[in-house]
């Protein structure tokens, strides 16, 4: 016997208090406790090995479930079991319809009218009589007078089925030695055999079916019955309290144990605080802030209430880290967990057409949550597949980069890129049942859970289809799983009991938590609001004193209340803004009016004012890399980094951290930059290089524009497609920009008269410079074109993006561009020009018998401008007093970066650095 106890109550517990009791019977071990969950159970065992505190012999502990099997010799089939087998009934019988995915719709309330019938005693005939018959339909006119209605004809041909779907189904499964659990519960009661234990103790037992209340009556006609409710005189004796419903209920037949009922709310009344808050996210910070104040022995005396199961994964992700994981009993919707978005992607992936998986498919499988054992293969592969620009992935690519288990994963899910029903529902259980190897030893209880979920269907639906086959293609069957998957629950059982709790409302019957906290208590919530599908009217339903809304409510009511028996103190949380309405639950109401309550409003606190970004000291390191730079080769945008902000420059060259790598989707402006590039760059080579250039030559580079075009974007874009979606517009747009400039400078060439010989195209160039203090500096740099005008080197470079003149205008005066800290070129606001500033200087000194050099831009959006020169007081010839001046003001800005004691600040006008934000100090969540 296990005998470690874990402390949740400082007080006695009921579980301990049914503990106590049962100690009083002779022979303890031939007795049963029954409770209503398993968590129950497993907590009863714990409070009896307590109590006891020696070794002795367990009574027989079992769930309200288990204790309704008895001693039957039929096996329980699973629902989804019972739902084939009642499509295999109606097929067969008179106006039997084909089409599993139609049956669906209809099916399981079909099913679940049939096990109300049986939980509640009722005859399956009787209830299915002719409508007409049934005086307590008000709702409906069956006067022979009146004609009825198309849906009314539709629903009483189901209705006159439902029988017969009723008596055949029974018999079908009982062929086979399967039973429903209604029909099982139904069957024990009504044999009504007591001869297995000298005492049954019913413990924390509240809402019962009408077959659970019959086979109590029966043990206590036997007088082997103890009934020992979890509840508080409060509620229980005041007949307007929903809460009390039940015990009121189930004492008119069965009298619980003499004073086991106690008064002690209105003794102890536990603390209530009811807190507003703004939101699902507010409600769950609010838990955070609690339970980040508890010590471990407070947290695990308390208990997490979550009604609503969709808050759940926003709770999880607001709670602090805790190394062990926090226990979760409820039961969850398969749509609430890690399965749900997995096989949505994995149904995506496999009807796409084409034998290529897409990029971003790959990415979403490598953050699934049951991608652990390849995940750090999926990362290096996706990584090296962003530097190839690979949107669509081949196979064979796939093979080459990956190092073996993502490849192995996706290669699976090529099976099921098939049309065939049969064949896919083959290949799919193979492939679930491998998956399902691989997942045994996974830590997620929700992975396992909602996997074993997945098999269960994919098995199911095989049987189906080999018997009846309802599926004609894939398509049917994944529309059939994703409907079967709908209807599943994934119920987690949190064990061991030690440490904070969380747990849905009725899970946590027949526990004691001296801190309760309960979120969504909100009208809809708290109690649910739902609408019951069934083919019974409602006013057919209450005749026949079938469970309706008031039995509901009264659940939720007693669920609450009965939290109140032993805690010290409960939060109950209320949303007051969203989409799911603001108020409050009825039982906040009722308990402001019967107890003291402290009300607080919980707004999550604002963010405090964004951090300074912090200086970087120079240090010698970056000193030494700094003057390698220099020395090496110091392109324009390098410079032009340094200007626009040296913080963000000292990451990039000085600490030597590369640009991220992201895959292009669509093609970036840079890329489409080099493809147009490219275009002019061979264009310009096969016709017109070292040569007078000619309208001529110009006509013919745009009477090949698509196949220089197509050369370049499989150059430049090589694993991408340029042919579908955004980036067929972009290419289209860069084949229209191409087609305006040379349109553009074949209109200058035929207006103009000057002679132009191309002599070097994207041709590398570099020049080494002395300053002042005697330091050498050198610059480098990839000119678009190099040419001669009129016997004038000048250098043009092509923009697809947008410049205009007034970017390239510099005045070269005391209060001008570069010398007045001011200034365009100093601010980092000219970077045009500084790049055009640079070829000039290089090419100056590369030809030292040249005197003068002009430089260009052609810009891509601003092409009925012409040729965008660069000016220097209004003139457009450079010269080397240029130069000097240039040379002085970059070696005073080198000079400054260079100084002892240097603070590199971020340049709060600079709104473009990579790094300056990424490398923020980490601010404190709230």
């Not at 004073?259 to 102890?268: A, G, L, V, Y």
């Not at 061991?496 to 849905?504: E, R, S």
């Amino acid at each position: 016997m296990n005998t470690i106890h874990s402390i949740t109550l400082g007080s006695q517990t009921f579980l301990e208090d049914v503990a106590l009791i049962l100690c009083q019977h002779e022979s303890p071990e031939k007795c049963a406790v029954v409770l209503p969950s398993f968590r129950a159970v497993n907590a009863f065992k714990r409070a009896f090995a307590k109590v006891v505190g020696k070794p002795c012999r367990m009574p027989k502990v079992m769930t309200l479930g288990a204790f309704m099997e008895g001693d039957e010799a039929f096996s329980m089939a699973e629902n989804l079991e019972v739902l084939a087998r009642l499509y295999a009934v109606q097929v067969n019988l008179p106006e039997g319809r084909d089409g599993f995915t139609s049956f669906l719709n209809w099916g399981p309330i079909a099913l679940s009218d049939f096990h109300a019938i049986d939980h509640h005693l009722k005859d399956a005939l009787a209830v299915f009589k002719n409508l007409r018959d049934i005086k307590e339909i008000e709702e409906w006119s069956f006067a022979p007078e009146k004609e009825l209605t198309d849906d009314q004809i539709i629903f009483m041909k189901q209705w006159d089925r439902l029988p017969n779907l009723y008596t055949k189904l029974h018999e079908v499964l009982r062929e086979d030695g399967l039973v429903t659990k209604a029909k099982l519960s139904r069957k024990v009661a009504e044999a009504g055999k007591t001869g297995g234990y000298d005492m049954v103790y019913a413990a924390g037992l509240a809402a019962l079916t009408g077959s659970e209340l019959l086979y109590m009556k029966k043990w206590h006609a036997a007088g082997k019955l103890s009934y020992l409710p979890d509840a508080d005189n409060f509620y229980v004796e005041d007949g307007q309290m929903e809460a009390g419903y039940f015990i009121r209920d189930i004492h008119r037949d069965i009298q619980s144990s003499a004073n086991f009922i106690k008064s002690r709310i209105q003794s102890k009344t536990p603390k209530i605080k009811i807190v507003e808050c703004s939101s699902v996210m507010s409600s769950c910070q609010y838990v955070r802030q609690i339970v980040s104040d508890l010590s471990d022995d407070e947290k695990g005396k308390t208990v997490i209430v979550v009604p609503e199961a969709s808050t759940l994964p926003m709770l999880l992700q607001a709670l602090p880290y805790c190394k062990d994981g926090y226990n979760v009993t409820m039961g969850l919707s398969i749509r609430e967990t890690p399965i749900h978005p997995f096989i949505n992607l994995v149904n995506r992936m496999t009807t796409r057409q084409g034998q290529a998986w897409r990029y971003e498919d790959l990415m979403a499988l490598s953050s699934q949550q049951i991608a652990n054992d390849y995940r750090k293969d999926a990362a290096h592969t996706l990584h090296i597949l962003a530097e190839k620009h690979a949107v669509w992935v081949s196979d064979e690519l796939l093979k080459e980069v990956s190092k073996g288990p993502f490849y192995a994963f996706v290669s699976d899910l090529t099976s099921l890129k098939t049309n065939q029903a049969d064949k896919y529902l083959e290949k799919l259980g193979v492939w679930t049942e491998k998956l399902g190897g691989q997942l045994e030893h996974e830590e997620n209880p929700w992975v396992t859970a909602g996997w074993n979920c997945v098999r269960r269907v994919v098995s199911v639906m095989g049987r189906l289809q080999s018997k009846h086959n309802p599926c004609k293609t894939s398509e049917d069957v994944r529309m059939l799983m994703q409907k079967l998957l709908s209807v599943e629950k994934v119920n987690l059982l949190g064990e061991p009991a030690k440490g904070l709790q969380i747990m849905g409302l009725t899970e946590t019957r027949a526990l004691d938590y001296d801190r309760v906290i309960v979120l969504d208590c909100n009208e809809g919530a708290m109690p649910k609001q739902e609408i019951m599908d069934s083919y019974i009217p409602v006013d057919l339903q209450n005749y026949l004193g079938f469970p309706g809304k008031h039995e509901r409510e009264a659940a939720y009511a007693y669920s609450l209340y009965r939290l109140l028996n032993r805690s010290t103190e409960m939060h109950l949380l209320h949303r007051t803004g969203g989409k799911d309405g603001v108020e409050s639950s009825r039982y906040i109401l009722q308990l402001k009016k019967h107890f003291e309550t402290e009300l607080l409003t919980f707004n999550m606190p604002l963010p405090d004012e964004r951090p300074e970004i912090p200086e970087l000291e120079l240090t010698d390191l970056m000193k030494e890399r700094f003057n390698k730079w220099m020395g090496d080769g110091m392109s324009p945008s390098a410079i032009n980094k340094m200007l626009t902000c040296e913080r963000n420059f000292t990451y990039r060259y000085l600490l030597k951290l590369s640009e991220p790598k992201d895959l292009e989707e669509s093609i970036q402006s840079n890329t489409l930059g080099s493809i147009v590039h490219k275009v002019f760059e061979e264009g310009l080579k096969k016709t017109a290089l070292n040569m007078t250039l000619k309208a001529s030559h110009l006509n013919e580079i745009l009477s090949q524009v698509d196949e220089l075009l197509a050369d370049a974007i499989a150059e430049e874009y090589k694993y991408g497609p340029s042919d579908r979606g955004e980036n067929f517009l972009l290419i289209r747009s860069a084949r229209s920009t191409i087609k305006k400039i040379l349109t553009r400078e074949i209109s200058e060439l035929n207006n103009d008269g000057s002679h132009i010989t191309i002599t070097g195209l994207e041709e590398e160039i570099e020049a080494t410079y002395t300053l002042k203090d005697g330091r050498e500096i050198k610059f480098f740099g990839m000119a678009d074109r190099v040419e001669k005008i009129d016997g004038i080197t000048r250098v043009v470079d092509y923009k697809t993006g947008q410049t205009t003149q007034s970017e390239l205008n510099l005045k070269d005066s005391k209060s001008g561009d570069w010398d007045d800290d001011d200034g365009k070129l100093s601010r980092g606001k000219a970077g045009k020009a500084l790049q055009l500033m640079v070829y000039c200087a290089m090419l100056l000194k590369r030809d030292e018998h040249v005197d003068v050099v002009n430089a260009a831009i052609r810009s891509g959006r601003n092409v009925h401008s012409g040729l965008l020169t660069l000016s220097i007081n209004e003139s457009k010839d450079i010269t080397k007093d240029n130069v000097d001046r240039f040379l002085d003001w970059i070696g005073m800005r080198l000079a400054a970066f260079r100084e002892e004691g240097k603070k590199i600040a971020h340049n709060e006008d600079s709104h473009y650095c990579e790094y300056c934000v990424v490398l923020d100090p980490p601010v404190i969540s709230y």
